[in-house]
């Protein structure tokens, strides 16, 4: 966006590139433990040993494969430097039932593509809460150098906590979306439609 400094709409236009990380907006690390069987009144001490031997043991490692798919609104405020995804919102099918995903984020317009950051959430039957850092594997890019344009969005989501079948879960997500701008004038707001899709591989202790 840089050699679109001659036109306030087309600088701010590199700022669509960072509204697309607010859908990105989804990552979770969650701690689950197992506790083993106590033993009887009377049980020796040999024999406490070994139920805390046993007890360890049977703690189980899952890996979970994990497929989201959805689609819903990005709701967006504009800067002079940069964009704010102020709300993502959007419903879907994801695996355990996680259907429904929210987040917000944001970041500096630099060039046509920008890494951004912002924070996440697939809820449902079961959830996901993520936390996206901002780094060149995660990037926003404008298909044009004004707007209205297309934006697509790809990076990864760290996986911060769990809920139901998820209890537990570590591990990353991979996701990749898109939406369209209509304006990148500084202060103003806009909402438009954007796809995603999530998958990746989670490790859940049982």
Not at 35 to 63: D, E, F
Not at 156 to 162: D, E, I, K, Q
Request: charged share 10%.
């Amino acid at each position: 966006m840089r050699n679109l400094s001659r036109s306030p709409r087309i600088e701010n236009k590199g700022s669509a590139t960072r509204k697309a990380m607010a859908i990105g907006a989804v990552g979770l690390i969650g701690t689950f433990m197992a506790v083993g069987p106590v033993g009887a009144a009377g049980t020796s001490v040999h024999s406490t040993s070994s139920h805390a031997s046993l007890s360890s043991h049977a703690a189980k490692v899952v890996k979970v494969a994990f497929k989201g798919t959805y689609s819903g609104t990005i709701a967006l405020l504009w800067s002079s430097t940069g964009v704010e995804a102020t709300s993502v919102t959007g419903h879907g099918a994801g695996t355990y039932g996680a259907n429904a995903m929210s987040g917000t984020g944001g970041g500096s317009a630099a060039s046509t593509c920008d890494p951004f950051s912002g924070t996440g959430a697939l809820t449902g039957a079961s959830g996901l809460k993520m936390k996206i850092v901002s780094s060149p594997k995660t990037q926003a890019c404008a298909a044009g150098s004004a707007a209205p344009t297309s934006v697509s969005v790809t990076g990864v989501a760290t996986v911060v906590s769990g809920t139901g079948k998820f209890k537990g879960a570590t591990g990353t997500l991979n996701f990749k979306g898109s939406f369209s701008i209509q304006s990148t004038t500084a202060g103003s707001k806009e909402s438009d439609s954007f796809s995603a899709t999530l998958t990746g591989v989670l490790t859940i202790k049982k």
